[in-house]
């Protein structure tokens, strides 16, 4: 079956840096989907893309659907506090498939 | 416009008994997909139903396991005799249309609940 694998696992950064995360399927993806999920809620859509090459942003998050439709990218801009929790890429639809979660941690 | 509803929010249940996960979709949203989060993990696809209608179940344990869209009322997920290796987070998502149709992109994108927290002693 599908495999996602996404890198880091996690990532402890201080407070403005950047950030940048991957999700490499093992096969051809039509559509990537990013999540956030905080501790004891459920995934929250934070951006969708839909065509390779395609780069999208939501405020300081900016994705790319990779150019071998075998990838995607999330970077978030001078982090901040509200931006810990888990990412999670996931594709291609309907059955999604997730990645094992970058997992977000930042240092005042 | 109310997000994907469900409840309860936390079940405990004793081996062998009966679980039920209740899931209301988004307004206008006729597709639910349910999946189950071991903890350090991601999701993992179970079930895609519409009204009456089982579309996918190949993410469903074969025993134990069912779900139901009725024309009226939730989706449910009913686990029967339950065992520890049930418990789980366990989420529902819903979207407006699936892949094959919808007049924009985004009517393929789901959303999803708070999720279930099953245990089971």
């Known amino acids: 079956g599908q495999q996602l694998n996404q890198s880091p696992q996690s990532m402890f950064i201080q407070e403005g840096e950047d950030v940048s995360m991957n999700c490499t399927s093992s096969?051809?993806?039509?559509?990537w989907l990013w999540y956030k999920q905080d501790p004891g809620e459920g995934p929250v859509l934070l951006i969708a893309?839909?065509?390779?090459?395609e780069l999208t942003s939501n405020g300081r998050l900016t994705a790319q659907f990779g150019i071998t439709r075998k990838d995607s990218f999330l970077n978030i801009s001078a982090s901040i506090p509200s931006d810990v929790g888990i990412y999670f890429c996931?594709?291609?639809?309907?059955?999604?498939?997730f990645g094992q979660g970058t997992r977000l941690t930042i240092n005042p | 416009n109310a997000g994907v509803m469900q409840n309860p929010r936390h079940l405990v249940r004793r081996r062998g008994q009966e679980a039920r996960l209740r899931c209301s979709p988004m307004?206008?949203?006729?597709?639910v997909y349910w999946y189950r989060q071991l903890p350090e993990e991601g999701l993992k696809f179970m079930v895609y139903?519409?009204?009456?209608?089982?579309?996918?179940e190949s993410g469903m344990p074969k025993e134990r396991f069912s779900a139901e869209f009725p024309k009226e009322g939730p989706s449910i997920l009913r686990i029967q005799q339950v065992v520890r290796g049930d418990s789980a987070a366990y989420f529902c998502?819903?979207?407006?249309?699936?892949?094959?149709?919808?007049?924009?992109?985004?009517?393929?994108?789901?959303?999803f609940g708070p999720g279930t927290r099953l245990t089971v002693l």
């Open positions: 998502a819903s979207s407006p249309i699936s892949t094959s149709g919808g007049p924009s992109r985004s009517y393929n994108e789901q959303f």
């Open positions: 096969s051809i993806f039509n559509t």
């Open positions: 893309l839909y065509k390779a090459g």
């Open positions: 996931a594709g291609p639809l309907q059955k999604l498939v």
């Open positions: 307004k206008g949203h006729s597709h």
């Open positions: 139903l519409q009204k009456e209608n089982i579309i996918d």
